[in-house]
């Protein structure tokens, strides 16, 4: 019989206990972030009907990238590529009932059938925090939090930036402004959206495979060659239009809120999901051999109507965990996790002391110690060496003479089991 592959499937990951440490690291400061924003946790399944995708999901994720089958009832489902759907209609279920806004966030694992690269996988987790009914204040909220996410793994502003544009201020110029039909403005998006990956010349030929004639190219380049808000606001005033104010506003507001050095105007930055309407945003690597996006999202007005419910905008944003170590990795911000963390090791060198180490071992962790049994009678050196292994704070000896050694400290002292405290401040470096 021909042997099975060991290997995981394409894209996708097995994780290791010293793969789960850094991953629950990751997922902690996550979750620990969000609640302090009063962002509450939520999840959905696995698996959709894949018209839920259909409606607002866009052309990519659809056509290329969604893992689909027919179930036994023969239901067309998919496999989550994204949240945003899915929490567009939990939120759909009972935002009636709710004071607004509500702030939820989540951490599914979702499937894309991409090319396995650098920063990008077909299994991954994403962190989503999304705010509904909040309207602009929204976009602050979720900007102060993106950025305190990535503070609190020890990142600043030289090593990442938001990059942020409107859909409001996009959908003005191309179709207002150029005069594009519905058909040339999506291939503009498209274009908009590899501008930073494609060499100028090819650029500049492509715009003139969409746009109609010169003037529309032109318009198009003037649109692209807006560096800052302050360009925005001013070619703006020359066309005598409002779609560019929320934004401005936002700028304002962010610049008061001390965040000016986080974030960038960016007419390349579209996204090409179908639902957004408002703010869109990605957040990108700083580091010269990493520069990706870590993090995307944006508002979106309308997600609410595809279930026939009233209007109710939301904004969020997701950020996949393989970009963000890749980010951390470019940074050195990632501390060490190939070794377990051990409070306390217990061991013992007689066979008479063994029902002694187990019932200490269980009144430590009792003391929410992190305890570990050396299973056999145990000579103290076998014991050290064990130890050194792990991360571990202290080692507990019991036989002829009990003792219990503070690793960190390097001092030992005779094993009194009559004073479980003292023992515990002893393991904690207290005493
Ligand atoms: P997205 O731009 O498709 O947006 O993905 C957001 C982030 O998910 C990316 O910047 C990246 O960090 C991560 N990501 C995407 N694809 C992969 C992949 N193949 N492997 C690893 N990481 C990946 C959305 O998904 C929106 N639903 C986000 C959102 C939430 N918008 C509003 N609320």
Not at 225 to 240: C, G, H, P, S, W
Not at 367 to 376: A, D, H, P, S, T
């Amino acid at each position: 019989m021909a042997s099975l592959n060991k290997a995981p499937y394409k894209g996708t990951r097995d994780f290791f206990p010293a793969d789960m440490r850094f991953r629950n690291f990751v997922f902690e400061k996550m979750a620990a972030v969000s609640e302090t924003f009063c962002y509450e946790p939520y999840d959905g399944p696995l698996l959709e009907e894949i018209e839920l995708y259909y409606a607002k999901s866009g052309e990519e994720l659809i056509n290329d990238q969604i893992y689909s089958f027919v179930d036994r009832g023969d239901r067309k489902v998919a496999i989550r590529p994204e949240m945003t759907p899915t929490v567009a209609r939990m939120v759909a279920q009972i935002h009636r009932e709710v004071a607004k806004p509500l702030r939820w966030y989540a951490i599914p694992n979702l499937m894309r059938y991409e090319k396995p690269q650098k920063g990008r996988l077909r299994e991954f987790w994403q962190y989503n925090a999304d705010v509904f009914g909040a309207g602009e204040y929204g976009d602050v909220e979720i900007i102060q939090l993106a950025v305190q996410i990535l503070r609190s793994f020890g990142a600043n502003a030289s090593q990442f930036a938001i990059h942020i544009n409107d859909r409001r201020l996009v959908d003005f110029i191309f179709t207002g402004l150029i005069g594009l039909d519905a058909e040339a403005n999506k291939k503009l998006y498209k274009l908009v959206d590899r501008k930073n990956k494609m060499d100028p010349a090819k650029f500049a030929a492509e715009v003139r495979t969409i746009t109609k004639d010169e003037s529309q190219a032109n318009a198009f380049e003037a649109y692209v060659a807006l560096a800052t808000i302050a360009d925005v606001e001013r070619f703006m005033e020359t066309k005598n239009s409002e779609a560019a104010a929320p934004l401005v506003k936002l700028f304002k507001t962010l610049g008061e809120l001390g965040l000016s050095e986080y974030v960038l105007f960016d007419p390349s930055i579209v996204r090409g999901l179908d639902y957004y309407t408002g703010v869109v945003f990605e957040i990108f690597d700083k580091h010269p051999e990493n520069n990706r996006a870590i993090a995307g999202g944006g508002a979106y007005a309308n997600l609410l109507q595809i279930f026939n419910e009233q209007p109710l905008g939301g904004v969020g944003f997701g950020m996949g965990e393989v970009p963000l170590k890749e980010f951390l990795k470019a940074h050195n911000l990632i501390q060490d996790f190939s070794k377990a963390q051990v409070d306390v090791m217990v061991t013992y060198s007689l066979a008479s002391s063994e029902g002694d180490a187990f019932i200490l071992a269980d009144r430590l962790r009792a003391q929410n110690l992190k305890v570990e049994m050396i299973f056999g009678e145990t000579k103290a050196k076998k014991a050290f060496t064990q130890a050194e292994r792990k991360n571990t704070t202290a080692v507990v000896l019991l036989g002829e003479e009990s003792q219990v050694k503070n690793l960190s400290t390097r001092e030992s002292r005779p094993l009194d089991l009559g004073n479980i405290n003292a023992l515990v401040e002893f393991v904690k470096g207290k005493n």
